[in-house]
C-alpha cells in the first residue's frame, strides 16, 4: 500500500467541518443560479477594463510604474486582482475557477458551438497534459519585463481580449471544459499553488458512493446540462484525492442524489490529501519556471537584491549593445537561466545525498514540496505589493485614465499615497510565512515519500533561506 493512500485512510474521519451543513452556504450551492451569477459579474467587469485599457499608454516623462498605480487598469488588475488571486489560491484552493468570466465564456461557446453543429473533439493530448497552458503563462511572464505588460494599460486590455477570444475558439472547438483543461495560462499556478487549500470538495462515505446506482456525478448524459450535471472537468468526484484539478463549480454537489458530496473547510494542506513523489513534468517546470520569477519579485522590493539580480542581464544588453531587448534578455534570465542554474544546484544536492537517480528524476521530486515554499515567496511579494498599491484606489476612481493623477504625483504638486503598511511590517509577516512554508514543504515532502526525506529536505531549506536572505532587505525598508 502506498504511503498516499495509507495518509488518506488515517486522516478519513478528521478530514474538516462541511459546510453545507451550514443553511446559508447549502442554499447558495444549491442555487441554479450558482456560480453563473458570479460569472457574470466577474465577466462584466473584465469586459469593462479591457475596454477603458484600450489604446492607453504611459504619458511621455511619466514613470511607467506610477502610471500603472493611478490607471484604473492596471491597478485593478496587476495590483490587486493577480496577487489577491495568488493570495487566494493558496488559501482557499481553486475557489476562483468557480467564478471566473472566462469558464462561462468557453461553457457558453461550447454550447452555441454545438447548436451551430461544429465537430468539437476531445481536447488534444498536449493540451490536456498541461504544455499549451505552461507555454502561454511563460509567454506572458515574458511580456512583463520585455512589453511592461503590468504597466500599460493598453497591452493589458489586449491580453484580456486575446484570453477572452481564446476561451470562445476552445468553446467552439472543443469539448468538456477545454479552455480550463488545457489553454488557461493560470491553471497551472491555480493547480499548484492551491493543493493545500482550505476549502476542498470531497466525497462521504465511500459505501455510499459504491452504493450509487445513478452515478449522476459522472454520467455522460448530464455532463451538457445548465445545472446538476456531472463533472464538466471529466473528475470522478467520488475519487477526489486533492485540489489540483477540481474547480470547486459544485455541479457534483448538485448531481448527487445521495446528498454525499461536502464542501470541507479543513486545515492548510490536510492530511486527508493524496500526494505523489515524482510530479508530471509540466507541473515541475512550471515550478522551476515561477521560482525564477518570484525570486526577482523578491529582490524588486530591495534596491541592493535588485540591483544584483539584474546585473547579469544589464551586463548582456550592455554588452550586446542591444538596449531594447534589454527586457527580453532579463525576462529569458528570469524564468529560463535563473531557474536552471538553482535547480540544477538542487537537484545536484539530492542526488548527491541518494535522493534520487538523475537530474530530472531529482526536479520532479522537489517539485511539490518547493511549490510549497515559492507559493509562500509569491504571497509575500503580492502583500507588498497589493499594500502599496491600494491607497491609488481613490484617485484612479476619480481619474481612470490616470495620466493627469500621474503626472501631478511626478511633477511632486500632490503627494503620492503612502503604503497601507511598511515594507518591513510586511517583510515580518512574510518571514514568518516562509518559515511556516518550509516546514509545510518538509512535511509534502515526507507524506509523499519518506524514504530519504533528508535528501529533498536539504533543498526546501535552501531556498527558505535564500528567500528569507531576501527579506532581511525588506525589514531595513528596502
Known sequence: MSTSVRVMIAD????????????????????????????????????????????Q?????????????????????????????????????RAWCAICPLELVANVSERVGRTLGFRQRALPRRAASGFVALALFAAMQML??????????????????GLLLLAVATGLLYEHRAFCRGFCPASLLLGSYGRGGVLAIRPGPAE?????????????????????????????????????????????????SSDNMRLLLRRPFSGADARTARVPRVMTLFVMLVSGFVISELCSEWEAAKALFG?????????????????????????????????????????????ARGLGDAWRRLALPLAVVVAAGHVSKGLAKTTS???????????????????????????????LVSL???????????????????????????????????????????????????????
Open 144 to 161: 512583463i519585463p520585455g512589453g511592461h505588460l503590468h504597466r500599460v494599460p493598453a497591452l493589458t486590455a489586449l491580453v484580456l481580449s
Open 389 to 419: 498599491w491600494i491607497g491609488f484606489i481613490p484617485g484612479a476612481l476619480s481619474d481612470p485614465a490616470g495620466s493627469v493623477r500621474a503626472a501631478a504625483i511626478s511633477a511632486k504638486t500632490i503627494p503620492s499615497p503612502p503604503a
Open 57 to 93: 499608454v504611459p504619458p511621455a516623462g511619466v514613470p511607467d510604474k506610477l502610471f500603472a498605480k493611478s490607471n484604473l487598469v492596471t491597478l485593478l488588475v496587476w495590483g490587486l486582482w493577480w496577487p489577491g488571486m495568488v493570495i487566494a489560491t493558496v488559501l482557499l484552493g
Open 311 to 355: 546585473w547579469v542581464p544589464g551586463y548582456l544588453t550592455a554588452a550586446l549593445g542591444a538596449k531594447t531587448l534589454g527586457g527580453w534578455i532579463e525576462g529569458i534570465w528570469t524564468i529560463v537561466i535563473v531557474p536552471v542554474v538553482l535547480w540544477t544546484v538542487l537537484g545536484g544536492v539530492v542526488v548527491l545525498l541518494g535522493g
Open 424 to 478: 518591513p511590517v510586511v517583510g515580518a509577516v512574510a518571514v514568518v510565512l516562509v518559515a511556516a512554508s518550509v516546514w509545510l514543504g518538509t512535511r509534502e515532502a515526507r507524506l509523499a515519500d519518506p524514504d530519504r526525506l533528508s535528501a529533498r529536505a536539504v533543498p526546501v531549506l535552501l531556498v527558505g533561506a535564500l528567500f528569507l536572505a531576501i527579506l532581511t532587505g525588506w525589514l531595513r525598508g528596502g
Open 12 to 55: 478519513t474521519r478528521k478530514d474538516g467541518f462541511d459546510l453545507l451543513r451550514i443553511g446559508a452556504i447549502r442554499a447558495l450551492v444549491l442555487w441554479r443560479g450558482f456560480p453563473y451569477v458570479f460569472q457574470g459579474a466577474m465577466l462584466g467587469v473584465l469586459l469593462g477594463l479591457a475596454a477603458l485599457g484600450w489604446g
Open 208 to 256: 455510499t458512493c459504491r452504493a450509487c446506482a445513478g452515478k449522476e456525478c459522472v454520467r455522460a448524459d448530464r455532463r451538457d446540462r445548465w445545472t446538476a450535471r456531472s463533472c464538466p472537468s471529466l473528475l470522478n468526484p467520488a475519487r477526489l484525492q486533492h485540489n489540483g484539478d477540481c474547480l470547486m463549480c459544485a455541479e457534483c454537489v448538485k448531481a448527487c
